[in-house]
């Protein structure tokens, strides 16, 4: 099976413009979260989405927002970038809802810089 | 607030010996732990997984201990290789909550040849 596809792998942007993310799961997965991996504040949780729904969410600003399709494909949007928003940004993708066993697989992030 | 710790920023081992990662939590609903390895420009790969059932799980080279009263876990690697050296993040969930993973800060470990 391939793995979690995100794309790009690296995106530079400027301060006040807007990115998405793209990220294709693992076949059969249906859950996808994404994390936000920076050297001050480590691998933080943004949220969380099953069957098209958003399950959880972290506290991050309301700049931040993700989507899912009916294919379990996802994507996150952030707006009016600023530059504490330069982070390696991973998304993560698990077969079942919530209570099982089996982990999160991640894949190799996009490395976001905005100048 | 951090529910997850990793006291140790850095680990240093020879090749063949031990290596022993700690890991500190507070949270006591989770329930579901995990440890992932991560390489520059890569993102994290799951290793292995205990849940709060159980105390102790084992797969090869890798072994993690779970003391729930103490709220602590931590990975052994025997023996440890120069192709270990990378960074450990420890991960908890409450998985009733969802599949959200709170991560520690992680610790960089390197094997020396």
């Known amino acids: 099976k391939a793995g979690v596809t995100q794309t790009p792998r690296y995106l530079i942007k400027t301060r006040g413009q807007q990115v998405t993310l793209s990220c294709s799961p693992i076949?059969?997965?249906?859950?996808v979260s994404w994390y936000q991996q920076t050297p001050g504040q480590g691998l933080q949780f943004l949220f969380e989405y099953f069957s098209e729904t958003q399950r959880n969410k972290g506290n991050f600003p309301g700049r931040f927002s993700g989507r899912q399709f009916s294919n379990s494909r996802s994507e996150m949007n952030v707006s009016t970038l600023e530059l504490g928003d330069s982070a390696l940004y991973l998304c993560?993708?698990?077969?079942?809802?919530?209570?099982?066993?089996?982990?999160?697989?991640f894949g190799n992030g996009t490395r976001l810089t905005v100048t | 607030d951090q529910q997850v710790k990793q006291n140790s920023p850095s680990l240093s081992v020879q090749e063949g010996r031990i290596s022993i990662l700690n890991c500190d939590y507070t949270?006591?609903?989770?329930?579901?732990f995990l440890w992932y390895k991560k390489y520059p420009a890569e993102g994290p790969t799951f290793l292995i997984s205990i849940s709060s059932i159980k105390d102790k799980n084992e797969d090869g080279r890798f072994t993690v201990f779970l003391n729930k009263s103490a709220k602590h876990l931590s990975l052994h690697i025997v023996p440890s290789q120069p192709g270990d050296s990378a960074v450990y993040f420890c991960a908890a969930s409450d998985r009733a909550a969802g599949n959200k993973l709170t991560f520690g800060g992680g610790t960089r470990v390197l094997v020396k040849p």
């Open positions: 993560a993708s698990r077969s079942g809802a919530g209570g099982g066993n089996s982990p999160l697989h």
């Open positions: 949270n006591s609903m989770f329930d579901y």
């Open positions: 076949s059969g997965h249906r859950s």
